[in-house]
């Protein structure tokens, strides 16, 4: 896939990824600081975290993942995934990356490694 400098030039399929990301703002300052929130499951469960930092994002064990998901998340969730249906773990990074940098909110510092 050609590499892409900005969000914009992405194809329309990285909106779910953004869409996802939005949807935990809606979560509690607590939540975004422990990092109980779905989006950071996400990075986990596509191995982003570990490949990009060596660590881990969402910081309870994967079975409690259904204490932060409603269905709204999962539905966002699963849509998020699905972008992996037409393009590489690469192509996905680095949009997460990009994605990061806009915010400029920063992901949560990754601490806990392997």
């Given at each position: 896939?050609k590499?892409?400098?900005?969000i914009?030039?992405y194809?329309n399929d990285?909106k779910?990824i953004?869409?996802f990301?939005?949807?935990?703002?809606?979560?509690t300052k607590?939540?975004?600081e422990?990092?109980?929130?779905?989006f950071?499951?996400?990075?986990?469960?596509i191995?982003?975290?570990?490949?990009r930092?060596?660590g881990?994002?969402?910081?309870?064990?994967?079975?409690?993942?259904?204490?932060?998901?409603?269905?709204?998340?999962?539905?966002s969730?699963?849509?998020a995934?699905?972008?992996f249906?037409?393009?590489s773990y690469e192509?996905?990074?680095d949009?997460i990356d990009?994605?990061?940098?806009?915010f400029?909110?920063?992901?949560?510092?990754?601490?806990d490694?392997?």
């Amino acid at each position: 896939m050609k590499h892409f400098q900005t969000i914009e030039e992405y194809p329309n399929d990285f909106k779910y990824i953004n869409e996802f990301y939005i949807l935990i703002k809606g979560f509690t300052k607590l939540d975004y600081e422990n990092r109980h929130n779905p989006f950071y499951f996400y990075l986990d469960f596509i191995g982003y975290t570990k490949n990009r930092t060596e660590g881990i994002a969402y910081d309870l064990l994967p079975y409690r993942a259904i204490e932060c998901f409603g269905h709204h998340e999962r539905c966002s969730f699963m849509k998020a995934l699905k972008v992996f249906e037409n393009y590489s773990y690469e192509d996905v990074y680095d949009y997460i990356d990009l994605l990061n940098h806009k915010f400029k909110k920063g992901f949560p510092i990754f601490v806990d490694n392997f």
